[in-house]
């Protein structure tokens, strides 16, 4: 199901077109990714510059509320399990994301917490609150409990309500089902070593192309939300 500049709302049969089999084989769908400046950043000073900057432009915003595409990246090894939390992937708009390779630092710059919490924003992406806790558990000041319960929109969550569904999406499964598009999963990529600075052509693409969808499938979901509202 695609949501469509038109605006039309969906009707419920539209909904239950696709077979399960297509719901879940993505194979034939074309690649989605990120065609934007990627601005990719490392140090204290210099990702606590970049935040004041996005925070400059979410109270700038003539919106109450600004969704912001938010991921993460870190190493795993089967061994010892996951790492430390070494990259954040933030994105506001199709133009600009911002990647800020945090693995080195021991605190995180207080720009970047007030930006995550801060009143006017909403981190989106499906399973969010999972990477919350993650920073939460890597950065010991980070006040995870507070921005988990303020700050984040779960969009799985949001499409089962808008789209009166009762799935349990992934990211490549909401992608597909709403954009109609694929995420290149790479695994060679997805298990790489991101904690290894400076990242590859192809780490960057994947990380900024994640936190991209994430915004723009809130962006998608909200419109037809509002679509929906303006029928009833």
């Avoid at 993460?72 to 954040?88: M, R």
């Avoid at 199709?94 to 630092?105: A, R, W």
């Avoid at 994640?210 to 509202?229: C, F, G, M, P, T």
């Amino acid at each position: 199901m695609i949501l469509r500049s038109s605006r039309q709302p969906v009707e419920e049969n539209e909904l239950k077109k696709l077979s399960t089999k297509q719901e879940l084989d993505e194979s034939f769908l074309p690649l989605i990714s990120f065609n934007g400046h990627i601005n990719y950043v490392r140090g204290f000073d210099a990702c606590a510059m970049t935040c004041d900057d996005i925070i400059r432009e979410v109270e700038n915003s003539e919106q109450k509320i600004v969704p912001i595409g938010f991921d993460l990246e870190w190493p795993f090894n089967f061994q010892t399990g996951s790492g430390k939390v070494a990259l954040a992937q933030i994105c506001l708009s199709n133009s600009v994301c911002h990647l800020l390779h945090i693995y080195s630092l021991n605190k995180l710059p207080a720009a970047f917490v007030v930006l995550l919490s801060h009143p006017k924003v909403k981190l989106v992406g499906v399973n969010i609150k999972n990477d919350i806790w993650k920073l939460g558990r890597d950065f010991n000041e980070f006040p995870a409990c507070q921005i988990v319960e303020n700050n984040c929109l779960d969009s799985g969550v949001f499409a089962n309500r808008v789209l009166n569904r009762s799935c349990r999406w992934s990211l490549e499964k909401l992608t597909a089902y709403l954009l109609k598009k694929k995420l290149d999963k790479n695994s060679k990529v997805r298990r790489s070593k991101w904690h290894v600075y400076p990242l590859s052509k192809e780490q960057k693409m994947y990380a900024a192309t994640d936190a991209y969808v994430s915004w723009l499938l809130h962006k998608n979901i909200q419109e037809e939300e509002d679509v929906r509202n303006i029928n009833q």
